[in-house]
């Protein structure tokens, strides 16, 4: 059986590499991510792997970590990307990406793990 911690440790690695990938994605600019086409399902499926695996670690993980922005996480997950994706608000998602996601990736670099098994 795989210990939450473990569990933490493999969504963040999982962050991590969908973070990366957002960034490679997005690298073309703005103007072709806001146009709908591959560029644009590339980053948004890139982002909602990132948020579905924050919303999956432990509480435990997110009491240790408060900087890493868990609710914005969890608000561009429900209110843009998964539940509501229609109505997303793709100037928010660049500027997510553009400006918030190098931060979050260094946040996730610096994370800080306990070993006891914590809900």
Do not use: C
């Not at 957002?22 to 086409?37: T, V």
């Not at 999956?56 to 868990?70: D, F, Y």
């Amino acid at each position: 059986m795989t210990t939450k911690p473990t569990r933490d440790r493999l969504r963040v690695v999982a962050m991590i590499q969908a973070s990366e990938e957002a960034k490679r994605d997005a690298a073309i600019g703005q103007d072709p991510f806001l146009k709908p086409g591959l560029i644009q399902k590339a980053v948004l499926l890139d982002l909602i792997h990132l948020t579905e695996s924050a919303e999956k670690v432990s509480s435990g993980l997110k009491r240790a970590n408060p900087r890493v922005p868990w609710e914005r996480l969890s608000r561009l997950r429900n209110r843009g990307l998964v539940h509501e994706y229609i109505e997303a608000d793709l100037e928010d998602i660049w500027t997510f990406v553009r400006d918030e996601l190098p931060r979050l990736r260094r946040q996730l670099d610096r994370l800080t793990y306990s070993d006891e098994d914590s809900a």
